[in-house]
């Protein structure tokens, strides 16, 4: 009898408000990982921009919530709240993932239980062209007192955001 633990699930949370112009690249952008996302979760904060057009072709692959317009925190807390993934995304309606974004998260996550988040490299691309690069650099706790550079799009614990209660409003 295998008694092994399965594989956590990842869950990617997508909240959208009047972004039905660019939530079809950050779902392929999900889509197109190498390793894939077990579920994705587009929460529709009360859109009035035609987002239900945009989100036909997806039919079928992606989880689709609605609910009055109540901001980003709560679309991103509703999203994880019916979820079925242990490590979260949460991605923005504008921004994408690079292929491997899932893999190198997941991996890092994986392969250590104390880790509760992990990201990659952050790349601006602003008009077709890349602006900007940010690459972590060694974790410094001091750093924390003068600001942090966390981006959006990370993959976390889903553990570690019940204990924290959430995202703040």
Known sequence: MDMTTPEPRVSVIIPVHNYAHTVGRAIDSVLNQDRK???IIVVDDGSTDGLNNALKPYQGQIKIIKQKNKGV???RNRGI????GDFICCLDADDELTT????????????DTGTGIAYPSLA???DGKMRAWHRP??????????????PC???FRKQAWTR???YKN
Do not use: H, P, V, Y
């Open 37 to 39: 996302a077990d579920e």
């Open 73 to 75: 925190s709560e679309a």
């Open 81 to 84: 709240r019916e979820s079925k």
């Open 100 to 111: 491997n974004f899932i893999g190198l998260t997941f991996n890092a996550l994986n392969s």
């Open 124 to 126: 601006i691309r602003q």
């Open 137 to 150: 650099t060694e974790f410094d706790f001091e750093q924390l007192t003068k600001g942090n550079f966390i």
């Open 153 to 155: 799009a990370n993959l």
């Open 164 to 166: 924290a209660g959430g």
